[in-house]
């Protein structure tokens, strides 16, 4: 009777499912008793910290992507959404979409590395209004947002309307946010040259950090000096 193989299921195409799937190809790499299956949303490992470059147009969507497929070697990949997992039967669900019908994915081994989500602390309603950084949608939006923004403020003649679509504001002082805002801000100054009716003066980007001070966990003098920065630039920290 021919044993059945073993099979590791590693759900979640992001740094750490990917780098965990590397890592097991090498290790079974001559092991031909051993199968292994990633499972992920996307077809592409995303380089998160680069979403504001991308954002702000600095880098274009593909400098930021890596297809997954071109990275792993001997592991099978589905493009895919996890329905549920029956940890009892050792079964993942996929969801299935209009074109093709729901997957169940059997394993001996289960690795679950899908990520984080955004913490909003509670605050419903900055959940339900606010815009997140976290996927290439996300950045994609953000850019048409603004964009969207300096076009209905350039033929705003109401002068407290104007300053509201003018008026950006930033959840979060830390990396991901002061990064955000930088980015932001150097969209805006360098876009506005091409509206006559917007002066750089009208543009306003917020940060908004609980803490006392911005990018905490990072050294005192490190932190003091991206604050001097950024001041310099016109944001504004609270």
């Known amino acids: 009777m021919v044993e059945k193989k073993k099979k590791i299921v590693i759900l979640g195409g992001g740094y750490g499912g990917v780098e965990c799937t590397r890592k097991l190809e090498e290790y079974f790499k001559n092991d031909d008793d051993v199968e292994m299956v990633l499972i992920s949303e996307d077809n592409f490992l995303l380089f998160t910290p680069m979403l504001p470059q991308a954002a702000a147009g600095m880098l274009a969507t593909r400098d930021i992507v890596m297809p997954i497929r071109t990275i792993i070697k001997k592991t099978i990949f589905y493009e895919g959404r996890v329905k549920n997992i029956d940890p009892h039967g050792k079964i993942v669900n996929l969801w299935g979409t209009d074109e093709r019908r729901g997957v169940s994915i059997h394993y001996d081994f289960l690795v679950v590395s899908l990520g984080s989500e955004t913490n909003f602390f509670g605050m419903s309603d900055v959940e339900k209004y606010a815009y997140t950084m976290k996927t ?19 033929n705003e003649s109401n002068p407290i309307l ?15 946010g002061i990064e955000t805002a930088g980015e932001l801000m150097d969209l805006l ?19 908004l950090e609980a803490l006392p001070n911005i990018l905490p966990g990072f050294d005192e003098k490190l932190a ?15």
């Open 189 to 207: 100054l360098d876009a506005s040259k091409y509206y006559p009716r917007i002066d750089k003066s009208d543009i306003k980007v917020m940060v």
């Open 162 to 176: 104007k300053e509201s679509l003018l008026t950006f504001v930033i959840v979060g002082g830390g990396f991901a």
């Open 136 to 154: 290439l949608n996300d950045a994609m939006t953000v850019r048409n947002r603004v964009i969207d923004m300096l076009e209905q403020a350039e």
């Open 224 to 238: 003091k000096f991206a604050h001097n920065l950024l001041t310099n630039t016109g944001l504004k920290l609270d």
